[in-house]
């Protein structure tokens, strides 16, 4: 991946991401999830200080190794096991119908193929299971997602595989998934362009 994305990237995140509104947004989707839990793309293990009790275990998927120690000390302080697999959320080799929660926040803009990756999500929940995501993505104003547009080839750069662009609702329709509920917004503390937010929960649709 490169110097910047392997070790200036990750220290950027823990200091933007890590911020009071992200925290807040975070604690907040999590609360519900329980039981076989699976996150993709973990990234520094951010959300991992939030995730109540009522998880019995974790799984997650990273192809990138980003803070190995960071989220060692975080997985330690958890009252439930912590396992992370070095694979992409394209391929996952988890067995169908195994989780009871999969989780994405911020990972769908940077997942190369997201519509693949959320018909493995599909595959691997458990019948009355739920997705819950948290992504930045289009905007609905038309001159916010036009300059979304623009910049997007440049925040591929800067964002490691970042989008700006990704109509995220779509991507989880078009997957299979339905949406059960879906909450619009754009973040205080993130300029529009990427704080323009998608937060909701998805189900198998069969
Ligand atoms: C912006 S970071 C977000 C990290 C974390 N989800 C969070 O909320 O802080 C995006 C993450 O997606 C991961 N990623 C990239 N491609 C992926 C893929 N194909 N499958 C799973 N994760 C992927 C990156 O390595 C990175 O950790």
Redesign the pocket.
């Given at each position: 991946m490169g110097f910047y994305c392997d070790y200036v990237f990750p220290r950027l995140?823990e200091w933007v991401?890590a911020g009071d509104e992200f925290i807040r947004l975070r604690k907040g989707l999590l609360a519900s999830a329980h039981g076989e839990v699976l996150e993709?793309?973990?990234?520094?293990g951010?959300?991992l200080p939030h995730y109540p009790e009522t998880v019995t275990e974790l799984h997650a998927?990273?192809?990138?190794q980003?803070l190995p120690n960071t989220i060692a000390e975080r997985s330690a302080r958890l009252s439930f096991p912590v396992r992370i697999q070095r694979d992409?959320?394209?391929t996952l080799t988890y067995t169908d119908r195994r989780f009871d929660y999969v989780i994405s926040?911020?990972?769908l803009?940077?997942?190369?193929d997201p519509i693949p990756?959320l018909q493995e999500v599909r595959r691997v929940l458990k019948p009355g299971g739920r997705f819950l995501f948290l992504e930045h993505g289009r905007s609905d104003d038309r001159k916010i997602a036009a300059w979304q547009d623009r910049l997007n080839p440049i925040q591929n750069v800067i964002g490691c595989?970042?989008h700006l662009n990704r109509q995220i609702d779509r991507l989880i329709l078009d997957a299979g998934l339905a949406i059960v509920n879906l909450d619009r917004f754009h973040m205080q503390s993130v300029p529009r362009l990427g704080g323009e937010m998608y937060r909701g929960m998805a189900a198998k649709s069969d």
């Amino acid at each position: 991946m490169g110097f910047y994305c392997d070790y200036v990237f990750p220290r950027l995140m823990e200091w933007v991401m890590a911020g009071d509104e992200f925290i807040r947004l975070r604690k907040g989707l999590l609360a519900s999830a329980h039981g076989e839990v699976l996150e993709l793309g973990i990234g520094t293990g951010l959300n991992l200080p939030h995730y109540p009790e009522t998880v019995t275990e974790l799984h997650a998927v990273d192809p990138a190794q980003l803070l190995p120690n960071t989220i060692a000390e975080r997985s330690a302080r958890l009252s439930f096991p912590v396992r992370i697999q070095r694979d992409t959320a394209e391929t996952l080799t988890y067995t169908d119908r195994r989780f009871d929660y999969v989780i994405s926040t911020w990972t769908l803009c940077t997942i190369p193929d997201p519509i693949p990756a959320l018909q493995e999500v599909r595959r691997v929940l458990k019948p009355g299971g739920r997705f819950l995501f948290l992504e930045h993505g289009r905007s609905d104003d038309r001159k916010i997602a036009a300059w979304q547009d623009r910049l997007n080839p440049i925040q591929n750069v800067i964002g490691c595989g970042c989008h700006l662009n990704r109509q995220i609702d779509r991507l989880i329709l078009d997957a299979g998934l339905a949406i059960v509920n879906l909450d619009r917004f754009h973040m205080q503390s993130v300029p529009r362009l990427g704080g323009e937010m998608y937060r909701g929960m998805a189900a198998k649709s069969d």
